[in-house]
């Protein structure tokens, strides 16, 4: 009877490790990919730029576009629940790079700061369309 229990025990072992989740303590990958509507506020001004945005793995790209900074490319990147995303603009002939730190929020809407060069400091929120 000990012989069976002794067999027994790392049978046991093996079946409640197979059954566990490989991926029990990963976090879930969020998808940011589309268009979203970002309202942000700085100490120059308010805006209601558009960014749409594709996403590869952690790597996001896309392009942004508003009334105040024009059009430009992006670039970014995704972990967890945090997002980063910058782009360069030129402002009045001096180039800046425009950076914006976040959170995501249920998938569908994300909030942070936003630095344009140094020379403007705010927050934004953003809505996916």
Known sequence: MRFLRLLATPVVFAL?????PADAQAPSKVDV???????????????TP?????Q????????YSSQALGEADVKGSVS?????????????GT???VTYAGTIE???SMKGTVDIGGQANGT???KRQ
């Open 106 to 108: 249920g998938g569908n």
């Open 33 to 47: 990919a589309g268009k979203w509507l970002f309202t942000v506020e700085t100490s120059a001004g308010t805006g």
């Open 56 to 63: 590869k793995g952690d790597s996001l790209g896309g392009h």
């Open 50 to 54: 558009t960014l749409t945005l594709t």
């Open 16 to 20: 409640v490790g197979a059954s566990w």
């Open 124 to 126: 934004f929120t953003a």
């Open 80 to 92: 967890g629940q945090k997002i980063t995303i910058t782009l360069n603009v030129e402002v009045q």
């Open 95 to 97: 180039p800046l790079l």
